[in-house]
């Protein structure tokens, strides 16, 4: 027993911290504006705008969403119909779109759903 708690409180330290990697931080999205980034959150809402275009609204449904990922293109393979409730990680550019955080993707592999 008392080697196990050791090991439990190690493992919990190493979640904590790979979660606080990904934690959405409004001043560290600023200073990383046009610059290519990652960012994990849940998908909590989404809009389909066009075969070309959808908008991922996450940590929060629109019009509270923490962020918004642009899906542009037709190249990505992502189950839209079930996405929503999935802890998602995109890498893109990160981008202001009427005052709004947003996240640009196009490729298939800038996407990871959990």
């Given at each position: 027993?008392?080697?196990?708690?050791?090991t439990?409180l190690?493992l919990?330290?190493?979640a904590?911290?790979?979660?606080?990697?990904?934690?959405f931080?409004?001043?560290?999205?600023?200073?990383?504006l046009?610059?290519?980034?990652?960012l994990?959150?849940?998908v909590?809402?989404?809009?389909?705008?066009?075969?070309?275009?959808?908008?991922?609204?996450?940590?929060a449904?629109?019009?509270?969403q923490?962020?918004?990922i642009?899906?542009k293109?037709n190249k990505?393979?992502?189950?839209?119909p079930?996405?929503?409730g999935?802890?998602?990680?995109?890498t893109?550019v990160?981008?202001m779109?009427?005052?709004?955080?947003?996240?640009v993707?196009?490729?298939?592999?800038?996407?990871?759903?959990h």
């Open positions: 027993m008392k080697k196990l708690l050791p439990a190690l919990f330290s190493f904590g911290a790979a979660n606080a990697q990904h934690a931080n409004d001043a560290d999205f600023k200073s990383k046009g610059k290519t980034g990652t994990c959150d849940t909590y809402s989404l809009k389909i705008v066009s075969d070309t275009l959808t908008l991922l609204n996450m940590g449904a629109y019009p509270r923490k962020y918004t642009a899906v293109g990505t393979t992502l189950d839209l079930h996405i929503k999935k802890l998602v990680c995109v893109g990160f981008e779109y009427k005052d709004q955080p947003e996240v993707a196009s490729q298939p592999e800038q996407f990871e759903v």
